[in-house]
């Protein structure tokens, strides 16, 4: 079958509204954790097209596949929905799958090649009591990219855009090919970072290795979807599987 050609021109290239990109900002106090939205305009300018083949995609890789494992169906079913929309994708369009996870699958295109967009698949499983599922990673990752310090941001890849309600997001791409970055040199930038996360009394649940890439010469956690968040957060959800920085510095 013939793959779908997908435009380019800039006469099909518009924002997307503002309702489809949201930001949260969370206000951490001793006892208490407060959740508010914001709505911002995203800067990215993604071919209208592209955003609703994507958006439809993610309909059927989260939405669809967690109403057939509600609905009594086993989770076999839900990932044979899944792997079935991202089959479609691949061979019936021109985006080009670059990175598969359990919660997540990243694409790009020609079209924005700069930039890779990671689309929400459903699972009810978790990660040290935390949703792996897609929407919950993207919105989880958004929140800590508008949240870090300033003097860490330089150590993970930024978040560009949400949309969808969390079924897609953007970041810019990065490379991963081993020969460009040894497995020395990422343990060390890694456990780095997990130290300097723990100098701003932060925490993560969970940071991976095999989650560092290389953008502009310069390595970065691309990957961040489970909680990296202040440590009085994550203590506030009770959760004792956390790093303990005091220990030293390890590899998950």
């Known amino acids: 079958m013939e793959k779908k050609k997908n435009s380019c021109s800039p006469s099909e290239q518009t924002p997307p509204t503002e309702s489809s990109t949201i930001k949260r900002i969370i206000t951490y106090s001793k006892n208490t954790q407060t959740l508010s939205t914001q709505q911002t305009k995203s800067e990215l300018m993604i071919p209208t097209n592209l955003l609703n083949t994507l958006e439809h995609t993610a309909r059927t890789t989260f939405d669809e ?61 978790n990660k040290a009591g935390f949703s792996i599922d897609g929407v919950s ?24 855009s949400i949309h969808a309600n969390g079924r897609l997001l953007v970041m810019p791409t990065v490379t991963t090919n081993e020969e460009e970055i040894p497995y020395g040199v990422a343990e060390e930038f890694m ?39 202040p440590s009085e957060s994550l203590s506030a959800r009770g959760d004792d599987r956390i790093y303990d920085y005091r220990k030293g510095p390890r590899i998950s």
């Open 137 to 160: 990673q993207n919105q989880q990752e958004l929140w800590t990219w508008d949240n870090l310090p300033e003097s860490l941001q330089h150590r993970f890849t930024p978040v560009e």
């Open 65 to 125: 596949a967690k109403e057939a494992f509600q609905h009594g169906n086993n989770e076999v079913t839900a990932l044979q929905t899944k792997q079935q929309a991202i089959k479609d994708l691949e061979e019936n369009t021109e985006f080009s799958i670059i990175g598969k996870g359990t919660g997540r699958v990243a694409v790009t295109h020609t079209c924005f090649g700069q930039f890779v967009v990671k689309i929400a698949l459903y699972s009810p499983r």
């Open 191 to 229: 456990n780095e970072t997990k130290l300097s996360l723990y100098n701003h009394d932060w925490d993560a649940i969970e940071l991976d290795i095999h989650t560092i890439g290389k953008r502009n010469g310069e390595l970065e956690v691309f990957d961040y979807g489970l909680p990296v968040e």
